[in-house]
C-alpha cells in the first residue's frame, strides 16, 4: 500500500547536474521526515542526506561539499533531490526512504527501488 519512487537519475557528464524526485503514495510524505542514500558497485550503502520532518531542516554527508540539495514539492507529494557539479564517484543507485525520524538505513520504516545514476565522461 505504501510505495516509494524516485526517478530522474541517468547518465550526465562530470560537472553536469540532474534532479531525482521521490514520489510517495500510501503515506504523505510532508509528515515524515525523508532521506537519500547510494550505494556504488562493490560498497555499502551510504546516506547523502536527510530533510527533517521535527524542523523542516536538511542535513548532507561531508562528501557532498555543498554541491547537493534536498526539498519537499507537497503539490507532488515528493521530495527532490538536486545533484549539482557531479563526479565519477557520484555513480551509484540512489534510493529515498522515509521514517518520522532521520536514522540510520535499518532503521528507516519505507524505501524506493532506487534510480541509477552514472557519472562518466
Known amino acids: 500500500q505504501v510505495q516509494l519512487v524516485e526517478s530522474g537519475g541517468g547518465l550526465v557528464q562530470p560537472g553536469g547536474s540532474l534532479t531525482l524526485s521521490c514520489t510517495a503514495s500510501g503515506i504523505a510524505l510532508e509528515y515524515y521526515s525523508v532521506g537519500w542514500f547510494r550505494q556504488a558497485p562493490g560498497k555499502e550503502r551510504e546516506g547523502v542526506s536527510c530533510?527533517?520532518?521535527?524542523?523542516?531542516?536538511?542535513h548532507y554527508a561531508d562528501f557532498v561539499q555543498g554541491r547537493f540539495t534536498t526539498s519537499r514539492d507537497n503539490a507532488k507529494n515528493a521530495v527532490t533531490l538536486t545533484l549539482n557539479n557531479l563526479k565519477p564517484e557520484d555513480t551509484g543507485v540512489y534510493y529515498c526512504a522515509a521514517d518520522p525520524f532521520c536514522a540510520y538505513p535499518s532503521e528507516y520504516d519505507y524505501w524506493g527501488q532506487g534510480t541509477q545514476v552514472t557519472v562518466s565522461s
Open positions: 530533510l527533517r520532518y521535527q524542523d523542516g531542516t536538511s
